[in-house]
């Protein structure tokens, strides 16, 4: 199943009150509870989710003074996935020093209220989590916020999962991960300028491109940028040079041969 993705966009983020730092890969990922109460309420209705990731980035900006909520991705137990600070760019949750080694996951169960995680949110964890080994140059390792940091995060439920090798709930159902090198599914829609044309699929591009070592605003935005290391590419692998993202080119952006 692709992972349930809810665009900053979608949940109503705030903009970010600075520049991320660029995350190039990581070893893996960190695990993370809440640390505090979490409804369980939540269950029923996913509105408090989104609820609940808005507080959570008045938080982290308003009291601990972060420029954007601390983690990359928060998964809820409606096997949906907030994006936080996103692929590529340096987390803030893991601790001093330990945010360029992982990117960091939110679970949103706490240390009272809900405290299990549901097998749907395990799910979600996970499908962040394959997210950023497709997409974000994460690489295996999946830790929780206490290996190498005072914490009792992300709890014990979460935190014995973890240990375990953070297995799916009920066996191997899910289809096979996009092996390593693949190209991620086509977004089914062509990428190109003008108009800007702004979206996650845009972001992913872009981020791949960047990979390649292409000079582009990791943005999610499709403008005059885009368009012209679009074209870059496409002169490089010898293919139509029409400045847009179709299939062809979107494929070749992840399957191509590095020069
Ligand atoms: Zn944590
Ligand atoms: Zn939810």
Redesign the pocket.
């Known amino acids: 199943m692709a992972i349930d993705l809810i665009s900053r966009k979608a949940w109503g983020a705030r903009s970010p009150r600075g520049s991320y730092t660029r995350l190039g890969s990581t070893k893996g990922v960190k695990v993370h509870y809440t640390g505090g109460r979490v409804d369980p309420r ?1 269950v029923d209705d ?1 509105d408090r ?1 989104t609820e609940l990731v808005r507080s959570i980035q008045n938080s982290h900006m308003n009291g601990n003074g972060w420029i954007d909520i601390g983690y990359s991705f928060v998964a ?3 096997r ?1 996935v907030f994006e936080g600070r996103g692929l590529h760019n340096l987390p803030a949750a893991n601790g001093p020093g330990l945010n360029s080694g992982h990117y960091a996951v939110l679970g949103l169960v706490g240390n009272s209220g809900l405290t299990e995680p549901p097998d749907t949110m395990l799910h979600a964890i996970l499908d962040a989590i394959e997210y950023t080994r497709q997409n974000g140059r994460a690489g295996k390792e999946i830790k929780g916020h206490r290996d190498g940091y005072p914490t009792d995060c992300p709890g014990g439920p979460l935190y014995a999962w973890v240990r375990k090798g953070a297995p799916r709930p009920g066996g191997g159902q899910d289809p096979a991960p996009t092996p390593p090198g693949a190209a991620p599914p086509f977004p089914g829609r062509l990428l190109k300028y003008p108009p800007i044309m702004r979206g996650d699929d845009v972001r992913q591009w872009q981020a791949r491109i960047a990979d390649r070592g292409f000079e582009i605003d990791v943005d999610g935005a499709y403008g005059p940028q885009s368009s012209d290391v679009c074209r870059a590419f496409q002169r490089q692998q010898d293919i139509d040079v029409d400045g847009i993202v179709g299939p062809i080119t979107w494929r070749l952006t992840w399957e191509a041969p590095e020069s």
């Open positions: 939540i996913h989710c809820c137990p409606h949906k």
